[in-house]
């Protein structure tokens, strides 16, 4: 079964089920009650379209409430009490990102988002977790350096080190956009996870931290980048499951574009001219597909010596899939300003062979 979405910041409900619209202004005597009244009916009614329709309204229900108790009461229940069909949960993860802010008081109080996303962020379905990342990814955007170390980081580290898979899948996202703005020993410790999560038992989680290798290499130091993201490329791109393999080709883009010509040719053309070689035809296709990109990155002289004949076999792989990918990135090919007029015409005389 998936993990549930209770929390342990939340230890009490603020609405028992015996809370409803109907009652409620009744018992209070305040008609400001009225508007969570309903988005508790309706996320209790049994028309998922109901329970929708009410996560879709949160901004309206917490624009009426104020900001204090949309903190104190609507997010702590959405919190502990949703639990629900995919697509409700997708739209709350998609309500509670930056632009809910304003709704709980502003840039000081991210960290009062970020109970429901964590939990969003464990659940089965990729989609959801995806969601819950790409918010969580707007919220750390909104904090300062300060508040990223006592809050957000706290919450990634959770997400790394989590029991389910799908919480470190989750975690592999949020890395980048954590690095910048942390301490030169919190920088380390992030360094030993993101590591940790590239030597992950279960495939999928090595598939995550593969797949935001070339983000996180953009976010820190030059001297990182030449050993430990190098380091994790190498490692990624010999794994025994291609859907990792595959992903580091495209890691290696991002990291090329960060190396001087000769740091490239040795620490990047080995293990690349390794993955054009590549038994399963998905990590073959993979460097077609990116191969204009790959051109760019390497420049003109290894792309001669090395990528001009890989794309030649390419052209004339089994797999129908990889030709094809290969073919349509000739336009790209012969307008590229990293191709040279000789290895325009050592491609073009080759098709013309085919032909």
């Not at 580290?157 to 470190?168: E, M, P, Q, V, Y």
């Not at 899948?169 to 919190?186: D, E, K, N, R, W």
Request: net charge negative; with cysteine; glycine share 4%.
């Amino acid at each position: 079964p998936a993990p549930s979405l209770a929390h342990p910041y939340n230890q009490s409900h603020f609405f028992p089920a015996s809370v409803s619209a109907a009652n409620m202004t009744t018992q209070e005597g305040d008609d400001s009650l009225y508007p969570i009244a309903v988005l508790i009916d309706e996320l209790r009614n049994e028309d998922v379209q109901l329970r929708l329709n009410s996560i879709k309204k949160l901004s309206t229900i917490a624009l009426a409430l104020g900001a204090e108790r949309t903190r104190d009461e609507l997010i702590p229940f959405l919190t502990e009490t949703v639990d629900d069909e995919d697509e409700v949960l997708w739209a709350l993860a998609e309500q509670l990102n930056a632009k809910f802010l304003p709704l709980v008081g502003g840039k000081d109080y991210t960290h009062v988002l970020l109970p429901a996303l964590e939990s969003l962020a464990n659940v089965e379905e990729t989609v959801v977790r995806d969601k819950a990342v790409e918010s969580l990814r707007s919220l750390a955007a909104e904090y300062t350096n300060a508040s990223i170390e006592s809050h957000f980081v706290p919450l990634l580290k959770r997400l790394a080190t989590g029991d389910w898979f799908t919480s470190r899948t989750s975690a592999c996202g949020l890395f980048s956009v954590s690095y910048p703005h942390v301490s030169a020993q919190m920088k380390t410790d992030l360094l030993q996870l993101f590591k940790a999560l590239c030597n992950d038992d279960t495939p999928m989680v090595r598939r995550a931290a593969a797949g935001k290798l070339g983000e996180f290499a953009k976010a820190v130091e030059v001297e990182h980048v030449k050993t430990n993201m190098l380091e994790l490329y190498t490692q990624l791109a010999y794994d025994e499951q291609d859907s990792v393999r595959l992903l580091a080709v495209e890691a290696s883009v991002a990291i090329a574009s960060l190396l001087s010509r000769e740091d490239i040719e040795t620490l990047i053309m080995p293990t690349l001219r390794h993955a054009i070689q590549d038994k399963s035809w998905r990590v073959r296709y993979m460097i077609a597909d990116k191969f204009t990109q790959l051109q760019a990155a390497v420049g003109p002289d290894m792309t001669k010596i090395d990528l001009v004949p890989a794309y030649r076999d390419l052209l004339k792989d089994p797999e129908a899939e990889v030709k094809t990918a290969a073919a349509l990135k000739l336009k790209g090919d012969s307008k590229s300003d990293n191709g040279t007029n000789s290895t325009r015409r050592s491609i073009v005389d080759f098709c013309e062979d085919l032909s």
